[in-house]
Structures are given as C-alpha cells and as structure tokens.
C-alpha cells in the first residue's frame, strides 16, 4: 500500500513539473510568435517580445531559448540600424557562449550558434563600416561553417553560410569590384541549385542584389528584368521591407536611366506604400524622389528632396561622421553642378570630404568615396577657374588611386575603377594647360606630362613590375611554381567555360581563384619587396624621358579626353603643350578615316582628303615645330585605331611615312622598362600553318604565307616551322629559345571577350588556338614578336590601357617590341613588306625605321596601281623597344673583317722581318 502511494506522488510531482515545464515553453514559444509576427512591420513591439522572452528564458534557465533570443534581437537591431543594441547583444551573445561552452557543445543546434555569433559579428563590422574586419570575419565563418560535416543539410547553418558569400559580394560592389562580386553571387547561386524551392527566399534575394551590379555596369534593362522577376517573393511571402525599398530604388533609378518617368514614377509610390513612419530607409525614397525631379529639371525640389534624405541619415547615424552622409552631400553637390551652381557644389563637396577626413579613411571603401568626391571637385574648380586649387585636389585623387590600386586583385574591376577615374587626369590635363596659357611656366608641361601618364597602362606596368619583383623579392621557389599553378589552372578552366557552361567546372574555377587570391596575399604580405616593386606607382618625368630620348627622336604623348584632346610633344630639347576641343565631328573624321583605310575600294582622294583633315588637326600641330624623324606616339582613346604613318599630309598621295619613322608605345614609363639590358638573342623562330585541311575551322588558306616565313631566314639564323610543323604545341616547346617570333599565319579577334582573341596554329585533333589570356602565363623575353595576321593589334578598347589585344598580350610574355596589325591585311601585300622589312633589320635599321623603308619601298613600287591604297601597307604598326637587332650575319662580317685585317696585318710585318 506505502509503495502504491509513493508511486501516485512521484507521478503527481512528475505531473506537475512537466506541467510547469510545458507552461513556461508555451509562453516562451508565444512570445517568439509574436515577435516573428512583428518583426518586419513593427520593430519596436518585436523588441518588446524579444525582452519577456529573454526575462522567462533567463529565469527559467532555458539557455537556447536565450540565445535564440539574442540572436534575433541582434538581427532586428541591425535592420533598424540600431548600433548600440547590436553591441550590447554580442557582448551578452559572447558570455553566454563563454559560460556555457560544454553544454552548447552537447545540442544540436550547438554548431548554429557558433556560427551565428561569428556572423553577428561580421554583420556588426559591415554596419561599422569596417570592411576589411567585416571581410576577414565572413571569409572566417565560410571556412568554419565548410568544416561542419554534412553542413549543407542543416537549413540554418546554410543559410549562414549562402548569406555570408552575398555580404562578401556586397562589399566587393560597393568597392566598385564587380566581376569579383559576380563570383561570390554565382557561387552562391550554385550552392543553392539543389533545393530552389526551399531556397527561393536565398535565390530571389541574389538576384536581386546582382541586379545592383547590373545597373553600375549600365545594363538597366537586365537589372529591372533581375528585380521585377524576383521582387513578388518579398512583396508577398517575406514581407522584409528593407528589401521591398532597396528593390523599388533600383527600378526607379533605372526607369530613369531609360528614360522612361512614369514608371520611374509608378514605381516611387510603391515604396511610400511599403514605409513606415519611423522606417530605416526613409531616406531612400527622398533620394529616389530627387532623382525624378533631377530628371524633370526641377532643381530646387529635387534639392529639397536630397536635403530630407541627408537629414534622415545624419539622424540615422547619431550625427556622427559616416560614408553614408558624406555620399548624401556628394549626391548634393553634384545636383548642384548639373544645375550650374558651382559655388554650392564645392561648398557640399568640402562638407562631404569633411566627413571622410574624420572618419576611418584608411579602407579601400572609404578610399573609393574619397576619389569620386575629389574627382567631382576637380571638374568643379575648373569650372570656378581655380586652376591652383584643382590641381592639388587632382595630386590627392592621383594619391588616392595609388592607394586603392593594390586592393584590386581583379584586372576587369582595375580598368573599370581607372575608367571611372579618369575625369582626374583629364581636369589636370585642363588646368595645367590654362595655367601655361597664362603663365608660360615649363613646370606646368612637366605636371601636364605627369597626369597623362599616371592614366596609363596600369595593367600592363603591374604585370611586368611583378615579374621583376618575383626576381628580387627571394620568394621561395615552390611558391613562384604554386603561384605559377594555379594561374594556369585557372586559364585552362576559363577557356573550357567560354564554350560550354559546367557548374562543376564554375565551382571549381571559383575556388580556384580564391585559392589564387589568398597565395597573392600571403605573398604580399610576407614579402614586402614584392609587394613594393610590383605595387610601384612613380612614373618616368618629363626630365628623365628626355635624358632617356636619342637626339633624333621625339615623343608625342595623346591624352583623349571627354572635353579635349591633349598632345605633349617632348624631344632631347624642347617640349611642348597643345589642346584641341573635342567634338562629334572630331570623333566622326577619325572613325570615317579608320573605316576608309581598311576598305580597299574607298575612294583614295576622298580618303586623303579627310585624313589630311585629321592630319591637320591633331598631328601638324604638334611636328610642325620640331625636325625630328623618330617619332614615338602614345596614342589613346579612338586614336588607337590610327595608322599615324598613312595619314596624309597634303591632301594628296603624300603621307607620313614619307619623311617620319613612326612607332608606338603604351606610355614613356613602359618604354624605359622595355629597355634591352641582356644581350640579344637574334635567331628567328616563323611559323607559318596552312589552312586547306579537314580541321581548319573554316579558316581560309593563305598562299603566301610559307614563303614569307621562309624569306625570312635569307636575313636572318633560325627555322621556319610550317604545315605540320607549324603547331601550338612546338611553339610551347621551343619558342623560349629564339629571340624574334614571326607567326604568318590568322588572328581572330573577339569582341565579346577579347581574352580570347587568338592566333591560330596548324590546325589538328588537339588544341591549335593560342588565346590572350594564354599569353599571360608565358615568358618568352623576346626582342620582336611579328604578328603578320589580321587584326593582331585590334582589340577591346579600355581607357588607359588601349587595345586588349594579341599585340599587347606579348608584352606580358615579356616581349620588348611587336610588329602588328590593325584591319585584316592583304596576303600578297604581307609578303613583299615582310620581306624588306626583315631585308632593313638585317642591315642594322631600327625597327620603326626598317618598317618605314618597307612601307616607302612599297609605295614607290606600286604607285602606278591600286595597290598604292593605303589599305595595302598602313595597317601594319610597330610598337615597344625600337633599337636596332644585331644579327648573326653583321658579326659575320664584322668578324670575317677583323680577321682579314690581323691576316693582312701578320703578313705585312712577316714581309719586313724577312727583308
């Protein structure tokens, strides 16, 4: 009977316990309902919940409840941007995880809380603006959450993980990195293909912030299309406002961008609709408001606008110094430049690099702020006259791109930041010209010369430096060969995804380049030297490059600009500083010039004609004063598809090459590196393939090509590879061992992705196609590559850098100097300048003066006949190192000369002594 009754009290107690127990899980679970009910549109009452359940979590020591709890309250801090309850919840986040490590480790959720600190922490860096702590953290919680088993099937812990790569790939778009951004977005995107029903939430929010990147890019039908598909999902299911806003902005701004208000329109009364009164991004439908009125020439509404919004995120940042506000008081400031108030532009300008100036400057993001309000300033001086002023604000841009450079891993994210960039160069072009004007003060040309050759060749100049840092640096060698590895891989698995889509392939080729990028990190970090020699920004001065010219040469320097193009003629001597105003009708003669010389039926007086116009305008004026028959020209912008040398100079058959031997070069500064300080390997390697084969991919056979290939080695030691010899594959094996290349043979260019422009080889069963990007693994230290094929030195034009083409791939492969092509050349006409040309090189011309007596030899020959067009003989151009090769053959005859002498020498003072 006592036992019976023990039994009825044990389970009465029991009874009662769980009783209690499920009251208190219940009340925990309501109070989480309702905070989850009003989370994204009542943040203040979430809070509220969020506070009982930490109270009952607390009392009842239901220690996940708690740290679910913090975790959510965290995250709703940071979609109200409330700072200081993000700090407070991480310290507590951090002490409970500290108190309770061994149970935690016992949960199952155990895994999901780590991770989720460490994401509360990386989210609470983002929100400081501090992106390098914010990347290093996320890139943390990557490899942490990689190193859970099976982390893929534990919903929360993947989540993390896909949101830890989009808040990477955000950083990068702000910095302006977007092809890096697209990788981090597309890895996402892949990891998520499995399950996209689950993860519908994950996919439409990427797309959506792609559509960002889409629309810096100026594809703003793509980027609407990216937000309009994906938009529904958050509009009806998530109901996450600050996502709602953030989408309906870039819709707006693009239905601007495509000219097209009432959308733009429509599309801001959505987002009134989706704004609460104490809403985080209020400000956002000020700024896209501003922007319709900007659009409708509505100046002061559209100031008005831009005001609230400034106001809303000084409010939202305390009124402390933030990148946000001063990005307010640019956007100001550039309104009020548009709207010809310069005065008022510069006074928000100042205001804004007054906020940057307090804050931490020293991050690329911040950096990348800074340039843009400065360039934005330059332009604005200018247009106040300050000449004085805007040149020192253009050095501190100059100072600040330097800065950022190096932090641009990716050569597409460089050029676009260069591009961007390039209103700089072009204001201290503009005010050191009107400071000359008026002063005569030679300085000012050295500074203008300063300017134009800090805008070019960044890539080209990093490159080379980098090889030659790897040289000094004493870099261990297993990891110049990993280095060296994995660059390769990642050009072998770039060529297989340019002609068929793999996700296995895109996932490796990812990881790949992450790998890539944290060797070249290590690297700089470890070896400073490195870091020091490949990151060196100076430039060659005016001074210097005038020590560096010969007495007979001169350089012309071009710096096409968006208001003016500017030439700066230097010889051994003299220097000089000449703007002409650019219009439509400039761009039009030089792109109607360039279509008429590559058309052998254009009417020749017609062509002579515009081209003397073209002539006259941009090349007289900077010859006419100097006498100099060398020229060297940098050319830049739509010049670049200029032949200077068949251009006339008359109006009549009378061109350049006549009287000028022209060659070309990227910058002064890349010519001094181009500078020959081993002795010359003169022993030719020409390949020659033909094309009539089952294999040649609808390539035309070239008639002349073998004999122009072999023609060669009447002046010249070497061997000529052609038909099946004429492969990819010797060229890899042997091309190392000679010091001029000649390849007659086709150039396929490719304007989508000029990376794979190539040269083709004999065709066969395996691999005939030589890319560009190929060309950057390759080190063949050459002094001439001739690229006698179609359009080898045409590619897609960049700012700055010029043509991405074959021709300048070379360079990378150390090549000194290149001969190439500008339109798809003549076979026969190939033949006849090839051969003199190498006739001119044999007998000790330099290069630029053996490619002019070609090209004059030509025309002399054939100017009774069609052939006299300049179609025929312009297209071909040489750039880089002009110095004359000294072949085997000269040291033949200067040898067989020295020893006739010591014969004749020895047998006449043999004669004496027997007399």
Known sequence: MRNILTVILVSIFTSSILAQENNHLNALNYNFDKVYEHYYTNTDSALYYLKKVKEQARSYNEIDYFIEALITENWAANATYNLALMRKTLKQFDSVLIKNAVYIKTLDQGNYYQAAYQYSNALYAYELADFKKALINFKFLISTIEAIPDFESHTDIFNLYITAHNFIAKIYTIE??????????????????????????????????????????????????????????????????????????????????????????????????????????????????????EAENSYSQAEKELIAALNLIKQKWQDETHTDVAKAYNAIGLLHAKFNNPKAALENYNLALKQLSKNNTNTSINQTVVLKILKNKTQILNVLENYSESLLTANNAMETLDFLKPTFKNNSDKLFLMADAFPVFESALEANFELHKKTKQDSLIDHAFYASEKSKSVLLMEALLSTKATDFANIPKKIIEQEQILRSQITHLEKLLNTSENTDLESELFETNTSYRELITTIETNYKTYYDLKYNSEVITLSELQRFLKPDTALIS??????????????????????????????????????????????IHELNNKSFQVYSQLVAPS???????????????????????????????????????????????????????????????????????????????????????????????????????????????????????????????????????????????????????????????????????????????????????????????????????????NDGSSLKIMDVFYKNLSEGADKNTALQKAQVSFIHANNQNALSHPYYWSGFVISGNMQAIQTTHNWIWYTSGIISLLALYYLFITFRKSN
């Open 176 to 293: 302006q990195q977007y092809k890096l951004a697209k990788q981090y977005y597309d890895e996402s995107l892949r990891n998520i293909k499995s399950n996209p029903e689950t993860n519908k939430a994950l996919a439409s929010s990427i797309y959506i912030l792609l559509s960002e990147i889409h629309e810096k890019e100026g594809n703003f039908e793509q980027a609407n299309a990216s937000i309009l598909k994906n938009i529904p999902y958050h509009t009806l299911v998530s109901k996450n406002s600050n996502r709602i806003i953030s989408s309906y902005q870039g819709v707006v701004n693009n239905h601007i961008n495509l000219k097209q208000l009432d959308s733009a329109k429509f599309y801001v009364q959505l987002m009134k609709a989706n704004l609460t009164p104490k809403h985080a991004f209020r400000h956002k439908y000020h700024e896209a408001k501003a922007k319709i009125f």
């Open 623 to 825: 010859l006419d004063a100097i006498s100099e028959k060398n020229i060297i020209i940098i050319t830049d912008g739509l010049l670049n598809y200029l032949p200077f040398s068949g251009l006339s100079t008359t109006g009549a058959a009378k061109y350049l090459v006549a009287n000028r031997a022209i060659s070309y070069v990227n910058s002064a500064t890349l010519l001094q590196q181009l500078s020959y300080k081993k002795p010359l390997n003169t022993n030719v390697l020409a390949f020659a393939p033909s094309f009539d084969g089952p294999n040649s991919n609808n390539l035309l056979a070239l008639p002349n090509n073998k004999k122009e290939a072999t023609n060669i080695l009447n002046y010249f030691s070497g061997k000529t590879l052609t038909d099946n010899q004429a492969t990819l594959q010797n060229f890899n094996k042997i091309s190392a061992d000679y010091g001029i290349l000649h390849f007659a043979t086709h150039a396929i260019l490719d304007d989508k992705n000029p990376e794979y422009s190539y040269l083709a080889f004999q065709p066969d069963s395996t691999n005939n196609l030589l890319y560009v990007s190929d060309l950057y693994n390759l080190n063949t230290n050459t002094s001439l590559v001739t690229l006698s094929a179609c359009e080898s030195g045409l590619g897609d034009l960049k700012r700055g850098e010029g043509f991405i083409s074959l021709a300048r791939g070379f360079y990378f492969s150390g090549a000194k100097s290149i001969a190439s092509t500008l339109w798809k050349i």
């Open 558 to 603: 071009y710096f096409y600009g968006n208001d003016a193009i500017y030439s700066i003629v230097i010889t051994k001597k003299s220097k000089s500083l000449h703007q002409l105003k650019r219009d439509a009708q400039v761009d039009e003669r030089i792109i109607s010039v360039y279509n008429m010389l590559n058309n052998p039926k254009s009417d």
